[in-house]
Every structure is written in structure tokens, then in C-alpha cells.
């Protein structure tokens, strides 16, 4: 569903991203990790257009080089931020892909879709007007999520899906993402920091360092490894050879 062909991406003099190569199977849930500054927001933005790579080839769901407008069927973005629309209620930010992409659904039928991808993500049927400025970070998230899943793309993309959150409610949205990728049978890719949602979310895991995929292997053998930049990154140790501010 999603094949990235030797990227190359610099900015300037920067080289961010020198030779990224790597598949996602249907049906697969990808974790990519890396330190910041990595390259990982990069990657996320060749897959999804929003950048192009100077070098090298983006598949996704069968489109070459997709830009933005054709892979909005295809895809769902749950943001870092959740990145709600402020004036709209949430409603209306779940079903904004349904009234304003090429279907065009209309008002009554887009709120009842809305109202139930919000109770999937367990929202009350009473919050579907409220305001996301009323809402906590956790039930933002969750808004963010029901949004990416509207309109049951097969793909989707989770950038940092727990950020911001305690450990309790980063477990309830790791949770979510991986009962509703195995319900949708859908091709996954996560960006993150979080050992948890590596350990609860991932099928297979690849880490991004020095420019390159350094790292591929499944969430088991990636907890299981001695490989010293690998396992430096996962236990979070200030020694070792990733090099480190001190």
C-alpha cells in the first residue's frame, strides 16, 4: 500500500533524508522512530505530498508521486495537535472530509456518520456541538482520531498520537489506534517518541538515523535487539553512540 524508493530530501546545505527506502503492507501498522531532527516530520510530508523529494520515488494506494488533493480519498491524518478547527463544532470537524471532499455529503446524513465514528472513539453523543476549545486534550485526541477515520480510509497516519498526554490517557489512544487499524484492516504509519505506542500500536518498527532507515524489523525483535543505536534510543540512555547535548 505504501513504498518509499531511496528519498533524498535537503533543505539548503541540510541533508535530512539520504536514501529512505522502505514497504507497508495492506494491512500493516509501521512505527517509525528517531531522535528529533531525525527527519521523521520530513518523511511524514514526502509521503503525503506536502514535500517533494529531491530524489527518489512515493507510492501510495497504487498513485506515484500523489499530490495532497489526490490522496484525501485515501487517506486519514490524525495531527500531532489534533489541529481542529477552532470555529466549527466537533461535528462538523469529524465530517469535514464528508460535506467538502468530491462526495459532498449532505448535512443530516454527515452528522450521523460523525456522531458515530465519535461514539467509536468513545464520545458522549452530547459533545458532537460543543466547541474544541471546551474539550480536554484527551477528548481533542479522540476528536482527531474520529476525523481520521471518517470516511474508512485505508490508510491512515498518526504524527505523535500521544503527545501531550498522561500515561493513562496515551494508553486509551494507543488502544483506539490499534483496535480501529485491526477493525478497518487498515495500512498504518505512526510517527513517535513513545515506547508505549511502539509496544502497543506497532507491527513493525523502522528507526530513522543519520538521514537513513538504520533499522526494520518487527515491534518484538526491535524490544528484543542489542543493537546499540536501537536499543540507546529505546531505553533512553544519555550514553552511548547517538550523541547527546550534556
Not at 23 to 46: D, F, M, N, P, Y
Not at 97 to 107: D, N, T
Request: hydrophobic share 45%; with cysteine.
Amino acid at each position: 500500500m505504501i513504498r518509499a524508493q531511496d528519498i533524498h530530501k535537503a533543505f539548503g546545505p541540510k541533508r535530512v533524508l539520504t536514501g529512505v527506502s522502505f514497504e507497508v503492507a495492506r494491512g500493516e501498522s509501521l512505527v517509525v522512530i528517531g531522535g528529533s531532527g531525525t527527519g521523521k516530520s520530513v518523511l511524514l510530508k514526502c509521503l503525503l505530498g506536502l514535500e517533494s523529494p529531491d530524489r527518489g520515488e512515493v507510492m501510495i494506494a497504487g498513485l506515484t508521486r500523489p499530490r495532497p488533493h489526490e490522496l484525501a480519498a485515501h487517506v486519514g491524518m490524525l495531527f500531532q495537535g489534533a489541529a481542529l478547527f477552532d470555529s466549527l463544532p466537533v461535528w462538523q470537524n469529524v465530517a469535514f472530509r464528508l460535506m467538502r471532499g468530491p462526495a459532498r455529503m449532505a448535512r443530516a446524513p454527515a452528522r450521523e456518520a460523525a456522531l458515530e465514528k465519535l461514539a467509536r472513539v468513545g464520545m458522549a453523543p452530547e459533545s458532537a456541538d460543543l466547541y474544541p476549545a471546551e474539550l480536554s486534550g484527551g477528548m481533542q485526541k479522540r476528536v482527531g482520531l474520529a476525523r481520521a477515520i471518517a470516511g474508512e480510509p485505508p490508510i491512515l497516519f498518526f504524527d505523535e498520537p500521544t503527545a501531550g498526554l498522561d500515561p493513562i490517557l496515551a494508553a486509551v489512544i494507543n488502544a483506539l489506534i490499534r483496535e480501529i487499524v485491526t477493525e478497518m484492516g487498515a495500512t498504518a504509519v505512526t510517527i513517535t517518541h513513545d515506547m508505549r505506542t511502539l509496544r502497543d500500536v506497532a507491527d513493525r518498527v523502522a528507526m530513522l538515523h543519520e538521514g537513513r532507515l538504520y533499522w526494520q524489523g518487527t515491534a518484538a525483535e526491535a524490544l528484543a535487539s542489542d543493537d546499540p543505536v536501537l536499543t540507546q534510543f529505546i531505553q533512553g540512555r544519555i550514553d552511548g553512540p547517538i550523541p547527546t547535548l550534556r
